[in-house]
Every structure is written in C-alpha cells, then in structure tokens.
C-alpha cells in the first residue's frame, strides 16, 4: 500500500517562495511518476506538473518558468520549489503517484495525498 504525505504549505506574500515536499511510503517509488495538482476554491483539480522516473519533468503553462520539480530516489521524496507566486497560485496542493501497469502509467493517479493548503496573499 502506498502512502503520500505532503509538507511545506502555508502562507506567502505575492512574489513570495515555498518548497512543498512529498513523501512516499511504499515500494517502487522508483518506476512510480508523481503529479502535483492543485484545487481553488470552487474550481476543478487542475495539474501542475509531473516527474517520471526517467523522464524530464513537465508542468503546466500557467507555472512553466516558475515552479521546479524535482525527485530523490533515495528518500522516496518528490518537491516541487515554487517561486515567484501569484494570488491565482492559491490552492490545496496535493502529490500523486501513478504506478505503472504493464509498463504504461494511467491516466489518473492511483493513489493520492491529503493535501496542503498554499495560501498567497499581501
């Protein structure tokens, strides 16, 4: 069984830095590709960006340039550094992890994290 925790969330004034860190429990962390989404208020769950294990990393337009994210095999830890945050960042993040199945990853995440709350604001 896997399990996804995420840190790091809080508040952040516009322009402002965060490095929200996920951590897996589980085995294969290391064929698993992880996802960060994020949720608005009264919004759809909406993909941020992604990492395979052994492929470049891919984000969304709106946070292409701003956000980096990043994996370390040995911790079974994924991070995503945001920078240069805007209000419309605001959102419960959460971390994903798509196992593979037959050598192909899904198109939904097979097991999800509670959620952090990423608040911007002056």
């Known amino acids: 069984q896997v399990q996804l925790v995420e840190s790091g969330g809080g508040l952040v004034q516009p322009g402002g830095s965060l490095r929200l860190s996920c951590k897996y429990s589980?085995?294969?962390?290391?064929?698993?590709?992880v996802a960060w989404y994020r949720q608005a208020p009264g919004k759809e769950r909406e993909w941020v960006a992604s990492?395979?294990?052994?492929?470049?990393?891919a984000y969304a337009h709106s946070v292409k340039g701003r956000f980096d994210v990043s994996r370390d095999n040995a911790k079974n830890m994924v991070s995503l550094k945001m920078n240069n945050l805007r209000p419309e960042d605001t959102a419960v993040y959460y971390c994903?992890?798509?196992?593979?199945?037959?050598?192909?990853?899904?198109?939904?995440?097979?097991?999800w994290g509670q959620g952090t709350q990423v608040t911007v604001s002056s």
């Open positions: 589980g085995s294969q962390f290391d064929i698993t590709l």
């Open positions: 990492i395979a294990p052994n492929d470049p990393a």
């Open positions: 994903s992890a798509f196992v593979p199945h037959g050598g192909d990853y899904g198109f939904k995440p097979d097991y």
